[in-house]
């Protein structure tokens, strides 16, 4: 495709509002394209206007799986920027996705065609676009219980890293510990009880619950944290109901299983010790993932993009990378959790999910030359 061309993709892309939702309509719009360039596309239409689409290309012992998503975060206020206009100032392109993860996504879509095209298909790739990475993942979820992760031999995610390999990633774990009690006036405490007092007990022993617990060599410590507590209607009455939420951002030490016995195990003595009445509830469960930044795969797409980014000197030389935030590759790797990820895509990471959110036009350039070559060298 010429420049213009590709970039006609993204434009059109972002003037589609798949806000949390409403992904069939990127999803018909791709799966069309793909058929003006020989490829069919299987669209899996799912609740209110959702949808995933999914293709496999080529044959071969090993699959490579792609995979980007098709939703937004949602649009917010205070925008300078149209955000579904797709407008254009010198090297930045404007709007609610551009960054996270629109751009990443055309560029897998165009250097997937680009390669068919050529005849330059020489191993099995499994296209992956989802619905709902931003809020709940049901889009992978959907796609990993039907099996769709489980021959993968490597991954990449197109999430926006500015060229950067990010080799590992934590998980995230999201849960919800109520507390029963039994309410009665404030003037007679002893006659009720306080739904509140289990969880500042809970809330104490969670302060230290994973001290223990040994850094991971490419995540570091484990990370955890009370972050909503709901109590109480008015002062005078004792509170016979209660509820905490927590996040925790698991690591390969340390993973969702463990993370999920280390709370049973506190809270259950909690209700022995100290009569308390918690009930405990997982509320999302997204996987960490880590590959060997020493391996061949991981340093081979390091150097494709650290040689495709050399052609853009305003644009920092790619190096690899951790984060701690989580992606659809933590649903795909649940039962297969030591799946090689590698996570590359273009700028902005530091403008995602922000108002006047953009991509660099010559970052979005670069990484679908820098796909193009990845995805070759796999096979190689």
């Known amino acids: 495709m010429e420049r213009d061309e590709r970039v006609q993709i993204l434009k059109d892309l972002i003037k589609i509002n798949s806000a949390n939702g409403n992904e069939i309509e990127?999803?018909?719009?791709?799966?069309?394209?793909?058929?003006?360039?020989?490829?069919?596309?299987?669209?899996?239409?799912?609740g209110d206007k959702r949808a995933n689409l999914t293709f496999d290309l080529g044959r071969g012992d090993k699959v490579l799986g792609i995979t980007g998503h098709m939703d937004t975060v949602a649009i917010g206020s205070?925008?300078?920027?149209?955000?579904?206009?797709?407008?254009?100032?010198?090297?930045?392109?404007?709007?609610?996705?551009?960054?996270?993860?629109?751009?990443?996504?055309?560029?897998?879509?165009i250097a997937l065609i680009e390669l068919f095209e050529a005849h330059k298909i020489n191993g099995h790739i499994?296209?992956?676009?989802?619905?709902?990475?931003?809020?709940?993942?049901?889009?992978?979820?959907?796609?990993?219980?039907?099996?769709?992760?489980?021959?993968?031999?490597?991954?990449?995610?197109?999430?926006?890293?500015?060229?950067?390999?990010?080799?590992?990633?934590?998980?995230?774990?999201?849960?919800?510990?109520?507390?029963?009690?039994?309410s009665v006036h404030s003037s007679e405490p002893e006659r009720g009880v306080n739904a509140l007092e289990g969880l500042v007990d809970y809330c104490l022993v969670e302060r230290a619950l994973f001290d223990d617990v040994k850094p991971d060599p490419y995540l570091g410590n484990i990370k955890h944290t009370v972050t909503i507590f709901n109590a109480g209607e008015q002062v005078n009455t004792i509170p016979d109901k209660a509820?905490?939420?927590?996040?925790?951002?698991?690591?390969?030490?340390?993973?969702?299983?463990?993370?999920?016995a280390r709370i049973k195990e506190a809270v259950e003595k909690l209700n022995q010790e100290q009569a308390a009445k918690l009930s405990f509830e997982i509320l999302n469960d997204w996987w960490p993932v880590a590959s060997d930044p020493d391996s061949e795969f991981v340093q081979s797409v390091l150097k494709d993009s650290q040689e495709t980014f050399a052609k853009y000197p305003?644009?920092?030389?790619?190096?690899?990378?951790?984060?701690?935030?989580?992606?659809?590759?933590?649903?795909?790797?649940?039962?297969?959790?030591?799946?090689?990820?590698?996570?590359?895509?273009?700028?902005?990471?530091?403008?995602?999910?922000?108002?006047?959110?953009?991509?660099t036009i010559s970052s979005y350039l670069a990484i679908i030359e820098t796909y193009k070559q990845v995805i070759q060298h796999y096979f190689d």
Do not use: C
């Open 314 to 359: 305003d644009h920092p030389t790619p190096e690899l990378r951790t984060i701690n935030g989580a992606t659809d590759a933590s649903v795909f790797v649940k039962h297969q959790q030591n799946l090689p990820v590698i996570v590359l895509g273009p700028d902005e990471w530091s403008v995602a999910h922000q108002v006047d959110e953009y991509t």
């Open 26 to 46: 990127v999803a018909n719009y791709l799966k069309k394209l793909f058929k003006e360039h020989g490829i069919e596309a299987k669209s899996d239409a799912f």
């Open 126 to 182: 499994r296209f992956i676009a989802t619905a709902g990475e931003e809020y709940g993942t049901p889009g992978a979820n959907r796609l990993e219980k039907s099996g769709i992760a489980k021959d993968l031999d490597a991954l990449l995610v197109g999430e926006p890293t500015g060229g950067n390999v990010v080799y590992a990633h934590s998980g995230s774990y999201n849960y919800r510990i109520t507390s029963a009690g039994q």
């Open 243 to 260: 509820e905490l939420r927590g996040n925790i951002r698991p690591t390969r030490v340390f993973n969702n299983d463990q993370v999920t």
């Open 78 to 109: 205070g925008w300078q920027h149209d955000p579904f206009a797709s407008e254009i100032e010198g090297d930045k392109l404007y709007g609610r996705g551009t960054a996270d993860m629109k751009s990443g996504l055309a560029a897998q879509v």
